[in-house]
């Protein structure tokens, strides 16, 4: 009897003993991995940059939220001083702030100035005009359809004001800057046609050097200062063409309200450029071209 479970006992030890050696199977890990290809990436690419761009109006305060849009274009605006056309740069970062850098250049014509109606039209061909122009400010997507975007816009000028130039030896330029800030309000109408109106005004700062054979400084050099208190407004709107072109004819309304010094407002007679402070408008028609990517 003791011989037979000392026997049982050992089959059950060495059996436990087997069962706790044998190795515990391996779980099988599958691994999977994809390599894009680089026509795969590209593909990738033009596609969320067909969906960005068809969030983009073309017209600067519509861009995508946490996408960064650039643009450059060109525009043609006629002034009655004459034409007028620059070239920009302007890219809004994926945080809604955003910059635009203008580069002007103006054919001043012989015809009058309707910002300074009191000074006659030139006799002569007059100096072109130079200006830039630097924008800075925030988007904010109020809704779906309405974008509003403030910005401060900054300008540096030569002859861009007023220039003046006789057959007597009679001239008179200018150099302006100005501190302008604005809001800019857009209409997302429809993924083709954005309407806007943007407003925007401040101080402008026109210095005069000239020479008058008449008067009481008779072929002395003079200079005068005028400030204005300008206010545009302007009225547009953007029309995309292809997903990446944009034409955007607009119209502005200006006004300014001029406050010459001594120098600037006293009379021919008396040595000075016979600057009215009168408050004058005029209107300006363009179109832009604008490339967005």
């Known amino acids: 009897m003791h011989v037979r479970k000392i026997f049982i006992f050992s089959l059950f030890g060495a059996s436990t003993a087997v069962y706790a050696n044998t190795p515990t199977p391996t779980p099988l890990v599958v691994e999977s991995s994809t390599e894009l290809s680089s026509d795969d990436l590209k593909t990738l690419k033009k596609l969320a940059e067909k969906e960005k761009l068809a969030e983009y109006s073309g017209s600067l305060g519509t861009a995508p939220l946490n996408k960064t849009v650039s643009s450059t274009g060109a525009t043609l605006e006629e002034t009655p001083a004459g034409p007028q056309a620059f070239i920009f740069w302007t890219q809004t970062l994926s945080n809604g702030f955003y910059y635009e850098g203008r580069l002007y250049g103006k054919y001043n014509m012989r015809t009058q100035n309707p910002a300074f109606p009191d000074v006659p039209p030139s006799a002569e061909n007059n100096p072109n005009g130079f200006k830039g122009v630097i924008k800075l400010g925030y988007n904010f997507h109020v809704t779906d359809i309405y974008d509003i975007t403030p910005y401060l816009r900054l300008e540096a000028g030569k002859d861009m004001s007023l220039v003046y130039a006789d057959t007597n030896g009679d001239y008179i330029h200018s150099k ?118």
Request: charged share 10%.
């Open 176 to 293: 302006n800057y100005a501190i302008l800030p604005g809001f800019k309000q857009t209409f997302k109408m429809t993924p083709l046609l954005t309407p806007y109106i943007d407003i925007y005004g401040g101080v402008s700062q026109v210095s005069l050097t000239g020479v008058m054979t008449q008067g009481t400084a008779a072929n002395q050099i003079q200079d005068a200062e005028v400030q204005q208190l300008q206010l545009t407004t302007e009225f547009g709107f953007a029309f995309k063409i292809s997903e990446h072109q944009a034409i955007i004819p607009y119209m502005q309304f200006i006004y300014n309200a001029n406050n010459p010094d001594s120098t600037a407002a006293a009379s021919y007679a008396n040595g000075g450029f016979n600057i009215s402070s009168l408050t004058s408008s005029q209107q300006v028609y363009a179109i832009k071209y604008a490339y967005s990517w």
